[in-house]
């Protein structure tokens, strides 16, 4: 195992920024029930189970802890140890060429839940959902995308009190699985308590981002952050921030009491986006999470903590960087953008300049609120000067009423005095946020370029930069001039002597001042599909042999591996005697091989708008003792490790099952009470019934494919097989 984990370790270290992002639904109208995510015929394995805390004594102690006075992010779970082998411990179900596994865990008596995995990674393929009870909350797809060199990754806290995962991995990648829980967050506050007159734990005056307040701060409110502290227990808020190159850095300001309650910033979860879809009344918020991040410079001096995401937003995200200023004069009105107690975001406005104070230590901007508040969870959220400039983050407060609406005193660590820090890079801002050392006393809010066009070109097409900063200039260059050239100053990019292959468009953008030039990159295809190689999926033993030995007259399925080219069909030629099962077109068809002995050569080819793949071969011998084993009827009702599946045809009183193929329902006529069970081509149990005379058999929940039914009774058992096409 741990020389498996280092592998991994390796091949994902220079991976460290991934354009990768995973969105949460808050507001899921799908109902997902027993089934799972993918809708199948799971047993139901009862949920692995978290003892009740005593939430009132955690309250309790969370009271002592604050009576400190002491800057604090704002508390919500107690983390639970526990060792979860996720893989070793769900249910699993067979279907084709892939594995499907659910798992469930209930934190009784929990008000919310959320899951830290210490052994992450998804092979190529593998699609991950995690949601609360029947779906309400969920995030994903989750794919290798969330890979990283630390292998950890958070999922982020879901209402309720159960956890579900559900996950399809390919059945050859299966055993690269890593999925290990380390900590459970069990959730002592209700942070998305939804009675009528407010939403979540924060105080009442509260005004939501997309209220009247808000208007005009669209750029700023799509940088600004909901901070889940590492072990996923405690809530701050910070903004992503610019940088006088306008590199496409993700550097992201908070408050340094943030970091000192949970200094591992490398388990730091981030949403962003998590805002109520109206003003009023307030409701939950969708949001794109990212993992992950490494410390860059702090100071408690003005209470700043600079990191940096592990992952790099996507212009295409709507995310954006926040400007911000070093002027200490001149400043007229303070808008704050926060999530108070872990709330849908919200603002706050102070219509009068702010004035100098010391904080705890800390030199700060003080503020006295006009409208809105703070709550604990606000920590480290960006002020922003009338010019949408971040001039501070937010720090606390040195009122004690028990309404925070009455609390409008606020102190933020003074961005000017961030700058310098105590004069190292692991203590200020300037090397980090100017690295041409401009000396700029400001930058903007901007949205994130991103390069857009074709992404596949048969002949010719067009490439622009999206968000281009103003005043720079910009080249395109093409990884491959002898595939696809591109013109550097106008992006207009030609195919080459009708060549095909994968090929990365780069925007290469220069800002003036001595700054280094920012690359945003697309991955396109030009031409047709690229070379296939025919493989075996069943036999597993088999895969890439060429030429492969089969048997006579026994199903087995094929694949046809495109290596890019945004494939739309397979045309697949078959050699004399041998038959399609079913998916003639596709890339994974099943087929009857002939039932003569002797040499053969099948073909397939891949397909796209653009033409076909040049023809791949695969050769086959068919002889009684070739090798691997079909899948075929044969035996008792078992799957073996090679993909058979063994049954015996036994003759009994029974008709044929039909319609076949059969779309919405399976029937069947029996004398005498029979035992009734669908079987995946795989093997696996899919449904089983109990009856006499005609039977029907709802199957419009089950996947296309081939599938075989069992009939059992005291004469004995038969087997049919049946296809299913909706």
């Known amino acids: 195992m741990k020389k498996i984990i280092l592998l991994l370790s390796l091949l994902l270290l220079c991976a460290s920024f991934v354009d990768a992002q995973v969105k949460t639904n808050f507001n899921n109208p799908e109902q997902i029930g027993s089934r799972g995510k993918y809708s199948k015929s799971f047993r139901g394995k009862s949920p692995y189970i978290i003892p009740a805390r005593d939430i009132k004594s955690l309250l309790e102690r969370e009271t002592q802890e604050n009576a400190s006075g002491e800057a604090k992010p704002f508390r ?27 798992f469930t865990i209930l934190a009784s008596g929990a008000k919310s839940i959320s899951a830290n995995f210490d052994q992450f990674y998804l092979p190529p393929g593998t699609e991950l959902f995690a949601y609360s009870d029947n779906g309400e909350m969920i995030t994903g797809p989750i794919t290798e995308n969330e890979n990283n060199a630390e292998l950890f990754w958070g ?16 059945l050859e990648n299966k055993s690269l699985l890593r999925l290990h829980i380390s900590s459970i967050a069990y959730g002592y506050k209700d942070i998305y308590r939804t009675e009528v007159g407010g939403f979540g734990e924060s105080s009442a005056c509260n005004i939501n981002v997309l209220c009247p307040l808000g208007n005009g701060w669209d750029l700023e409110r799509n940088s600004v952050a909901l ?17 006088t190159c306008n590199l496409n850095i993700p550097y992201l300001l908070t408050a340094n009491h943030c970091f000192e309650a949970n200094t591992n910033v490398g388990q730091w979860k981030f949403t962003f986006q998590a805002w109520s879809p109206a003003c009023n009344p307030s409701q939950n918020a969708n949001g794109i999470t990212f993992n992950g991040s490494a410390l860059r410079a702090r100071s408690a001096g003005s209470d700043f903590c600079l990191v940096q995401l592990n992952q790099v937003p996507s212009g295409n995200s709507g995310i954006t960087y926040s400007g911000w200023s070093r002027n200490t004069v001149g400043i007229q009105n303070t808008t ?22 010391t904080f705890l230590g800390s030199q700060s901007w003080q503020l006295v609120l006009d409208q809105g508040a703070t709550n604990g969870g606000s920590s480290g959220g960006p002020y922003y000067d009338q010019n949408h400039r971040i001039i501070a983050q937010h720090h606390g407060i040195n009122q004690n009423n028990a309404d925070q609406c009455l609390n409008t005193n606020k102190f933020g660590g003074r961005f000017n005095v961030s700058w310098d820090g105590d004069g190292t890079n692991a203590t200020r801002l ?4 100017d690295p041409s050392n401009s000396g700029a006393m400001t930058t903007d809010s901007r949205r994130i370029p991103f390069v857009t066009g074709p992404t596949l070109i048969c002949t010719n097409g067009t490439f622009s930069l999206q968000n281009q900063p103003a005043g720079s200039t910009i080249n395109w260059t093409s990884s491959n001039p002898n595939i696809l050239t591109i013109d550097p100053n106008t992006g207009v990019a030609n195919r080459q002597n009708s060549n095909s292959g994968s090929i990365v468009i780069t925007a290469s953008v220069q800002m003036p001042g001595g700054c280094n030039p920012a690359l945003y990159t697309l991955s396109i295809w030009v031409g047709n599909p690229g070379a296939s190689i025919t493989t075996l999926i069943y036999p597993s033993g088999l895969r890439g042999v060429n030429p492969v030995s089969l048997g006579p007259a026994s199903i087995y399925q094929f ?15 078959l050699p004399s005697g041998f038959s399609f099962y079913s998916g003639s077109t596709t890339s994974t068809p099943y087929i009857m091989t002939s039932s003569t002995n002797g040499s053969y050569t099948m073909y397939c080819q891949v397909n796209n708008t653009c033409g076909s793949s040049w023809t791949n071969s695969l050769g086959i011998n068919i002889s009684s003792s070739g090798g691997g084993t079909p899948l075929r009827v044969r035996g008792d009702s078992q799957q073996t490790d090679s993909g058979e599946i063994n049954i015996e045809e036994t003759q009994i009183n029974s008709s044929v099952p039909y319609p076949n193929p059969a779309s919405e329902t399976l029937n069947i006529e029996l004398e005498g009470t029979s035992t009734l069970t669908i079987l995946s081509i795989a093997g696996q149990k899919i449904l089983s019934t109990t009856g006499t005379g005609k039977i029907t058999i709802p199957i419009t929940e089950l996947s296309n494919g081939i599938y075989f039914l069992t009939i059992s009774n005291v004469k004995g058992t038969a087997r049919h097989k049946f296809i299913i096409q909706h």
């Open 76 to 102: 919500i779970a107690e983390p639970v140890n526990v060792d979860i082998d996720v893989v070793r411990e769900a249910e699993w179900l067979v279907e084709g060429d892939s594995a499907f596994a659910k």
């Open 155 to 170: 999922t982020w806290v879901y209402k309720g009190s159960r956890l579900t995962i559900d996950l399809r991995v390919l």
């Open 227 to 243: 901070i889940l502290n590492g072990n996923s227990s405690a809530l701050c808020s910070g903004a992503l921030i610019n940088n």
């Open 336 to 357: 704050i953008i926060h999530h108070p107690a872990g709330d849908v975001m919200k603002i706050s406005r102070d219509e009068q300049p702010p004035v100098f104070a």
């Open 430 to 433: 300037s090397n980090w946020l």
């Open 559 to 573: 694949r046809c591996d495109p290596v890019g080219g945004f494939p739309t069909s397979w045309t697949w030629v």
